[in-house]
Structure formats: structure tokens, C-alpha cells
């Protein structure tokens, strides 16, 4: 089993919510009202992880996210996973970090102060509505182990898998290859996302796996039906 360690982005479309209150003043905050739907579904959210967006007034490179997160991990200023993400809601993009591990609201604000130590201005852009569909683009570095040819599972992210697809996909073509995978699917149903992997120098889709108890057998059979759907499609 070889590891390696990769960028990429994961591209997905989310229900969010706004997080008005244990937030500093004015600023945007989002949290995921439905993680990972295609596994969980409608679930009680104690059933399900927690995910918050804090959004930033500009668009910071993903060297200096990853530089800041790390130094506050030395620092034990936090002890969760956070990842550079752009979020486009009706057209404007979003700069932002997503966090993963947030045991419930009320660490948001001491996340949000402890970024702005560190120099990053926090977003106060006024928005009206309280609900919002986003596009999501989260960028960041994978460590994935290879269990098998163009099959990789996550080293630090449980129940995530990932395997590769033959041709490079636009988003409109995932979601329409998404959708007749998912119709056509009579297995134990999973949650999937679209990736771009860097691999031996060049970006290759990829399609997410999340569910529980994932073997690569079972990875294996969701990514022969994608590539049936995906030969009628071309």
C-alpha cells in the first residue's frame, strides 16, 4: 500500500446555513445543514458531522493558509482539520476555511479572533437571506493511500474514498454523470464529490466516496458504474 501526498480540490454543491449568533459582529460564518446527503440523507444532525465555513474579505493564497494553520496547530491554538475553501453563492466568490471537528457553536468565535491575530481579515458582507445553495471548492493537500489502481483511501479524513476516472470531467458533465450513477444505483448508498488530483504531475478527475465501513471492494464496484455511465455519455 503505497501513501502519498498530493494537492487537489473537491468541488460539491451545499445547503447552508448563516451562523448569527457566538460570532464576532457582522461577520460570515456558515454552517452545512446536510453533510455528506447522499449517505445520511434528512438525518438528526446528532448523527451527523459538523462542518463551518468562516469566511474571509479576500482571497488568500493557499500557501498562507496552510503556513497559518500549521503554526497554530504548534501553537495548540486548535486541534481540528481546516482547509482553504471558495464558496460561489449566486454568482460572487467567497474566500474562506472550512473546519471540521468543531464540537458544536461556541469555539466559532475564538477560531475567527484567533485568525484575525494571525492577520487575516474576517468578511462582513451583508447578506439578506439566512439560507444559501453554494458551490464549493475546497483546495488543499491529500494524504491518500493507494489500495489498489486508481484507488485511494484518506489517511486523515475517515470513511473517504476516492478513485480515478479515465477522462477529465467539467462540473455540468459530474452532475449529469452523478445523477445517472446515483438512479441507476441498487447498492448501499453513499455520498459523492467531484476531484481534481494531482498525480504523477497531471490533474486527473476523481469522484469522493464517503460512507461508513468503506472496503475497497465496495469502491470498486461504485467505480466500474461510473465507468459504464460514463462511456455512454461520450
Known amino acids: 500500500m503505497d501513501n502519498v501526498e498530493l494537492h487537489g480540490n473537491l468541488f460539491k454543491r451545499e445547503s447552508l446555513n448563516r451562523v448569527l449568533e457566538n460570532i464576532v459582529s457582522e ?15 434528512d438525518k438528526s444532525k446528532a448523527n451527523t458531522p459538523l462542518y463551518f465555513y468562516i469566511m474571509f474579505a479576500k482571497n488568500y493564497p493557499l500557501s498562507c493558509i496552510e503556513n497559518t494553520i ?37 469555539k466559532i468565535m475564538e477560531l475567527q479572533e484567533c485568525f484575525e491575530r494571525y492577520g487575516y481579515e ?16 475546497v483546495d488543499k493537500f491529500f494524504e491518500l493511500s493507494e489500495v489498489s489502481e486508481d484507488i485511494y483511501f484518506d489517511n486523515t479524513e475517515n470513511n473517504h474514498a476516492y478513485f480515478v476516472l479515465p477522462s477529465f470531467l467539467k462540473w455540468k458533465e459530474f452532475e449529469r454523470l452523478d445523477r445517472q450513477a446515483h438512479l441507476n444505483w441498487e ?14 504531475g497531471v490533474y486527473r478527475s476523481a469522484i469522493r466516496i464517503y460512507r461508513k465501513s468503506l472496503t475497497p471492494e465496495f469502491v470498486n464496484e461504485v467505480k466500474h458504474s461510473y465507468e459504464r455511465k460514463l462511456m455512454f455519455m461520450q
Do not use: W
Open 27 to 41: 461577520t460570515m460564518v456558515f454552517e452545512v445543514i446536510n453533510p455528506f446527503y447522499g449517505y445520511y440523507g
Open 187 to 200: 447498492g448501499l448508498n453513499f455520498d459523492s464529490a467531484l476531484c481534481a488530483l494531482r498525480l504523477n
Open 122 to 137: 474576517l468578511s462582513k458582507k451583508k447578506l439578506r437571506d439566512l439560507t444559501f445553495e453554494a458551490n464549493v471548492e
Open 70 to 106: 500549521e503554526m497554530m496547530k504548534v501553537a495548540q491554538l486548535i486541534n481540528l482539520d481546516a482547509v482553504k475553501v471558495l464558496l460561489n453563492i449566486s454568482g460572487r466568490e467567497y474566500c474562506g476555511i472550512r473546519l471540521r471537528g468543531v464540537e458544536g457553536h461556541g
